[in-house]
T-cell receptor, first 111, second 111 residues
Framework: IAGITQAPTSQILAAGRRMTLRCTQDMRHNAMYWYRQDLGLGLRLIHYSNTAGTTGKGEVPDGYSVSRANTDDFPLTLASAVPSQTSVYFC??????????FGEGSRLTVL | AQSVTQPDIHITVSEGASLELRCNYSYGATPYLFWYVQSPGQGLQLLLKYFSGDTLVQGIKGFEAEFKRSQSSFNLRKPSVHWSDAAEYFCAVEGTYKYIFGTGTRLKVLA
């Protein structure tokens, strides 16, 4: 089934550790996105990529980095995790301005 | 930059009653507007979208939404709510290849 695969599904991480959340899509969409979802704050855009080789900052980019080496993969890296990065992270893809397709999410807890 | 406001954090309705969820957007150009639904512990599913043309759009599960440019609104409606509609609903606007979401409205349905 075509779609977006995120890994890991869930992770507990010590503060200060480095963590990479993986995201792969098989729909050949040009654009990919990372959001974090927090209670009462909805989904906030962290970083996005309009096409392979380009990335951009969203609403809450600090503490996160991304890369887009090819069309299918869009990993999100926390270089040194902090407790405020405890959240549910969703990867998504689209051919704008079309429908945004979401992964199932990655629940990250930073202690 | 675009933004979305969902003024109602929680809404409770009785099963069979009508429903309206409010969404106001801010965007300088013609907006592309979306409503998504998220059931507990799940990812996000598209309910409907507005790109152009008829300002009343029909979606899945019996939902509809009306685009009103003069009010910068895109309210979601359903004539008769079912218990399975209990979920969180997000309005979103796409502009310059970025999708920005509101903070969501959590719907509770009373039997």
């Amino acid at each position: 089934i075509a779609g977006i695969t995120q890994a890991p599904t869930s992770q507990i991480l010590a503060a200060g550790r480095r963590m990479t959340l993986r995201c792969t899509q098989d729909m050949r969409h040009n654009a990919m996105y990372w959001y974090r979802q927090d209670l009462g704050l909805g989904l906030r855009l962290i970083h996005y990529s309009n096409t392979a080789g380009t990335t951009g900052k969203g609403e809450v980019p600090d503490g996160y980095s991304v890369s887009r080496a090819n069309t299918d993969d869009f990993p999100l890296t926390l270089a040194s995790a902090v407790p405020s990065q405890t959240s549910v992270y969703f990867c998504a893809s689209s051919d704008p301005p079309g429908e945004l397709f979401f992964g199932e999410g990655s629940r990250l807890t930073v202690l | 930059a675009q933004s979305v406001t969902q003024p109602d954090i929680h809404i409770t309705v009785s099963e069979g009653a009508s429903l309206e969820l409010r969404c106001n957007y801010s965007y300088g150009a013609t907006p592309y507007l979306f409503w998504y639904v998220q059931s507990p512990g799940q990812g996000l599913q598209l309910l409907l979208k507005y790109f152009s043309g008829d300002t009343l759009v029909q979606g899945i599960k019996g939902f509809e939404a009306e685009f009103k440019r003069s009010q910068s609104s895109f309210n979601l409606r359903k004539p008769s709510v079912h218990w399975s509609d209990a979920a969180e609903y997000f309005c979103a606007v796409e502009g310059t290849y970025k999708y920005i979401f509101g903070t969501g409205t959590r719907l509770k349905v009373l039997a």
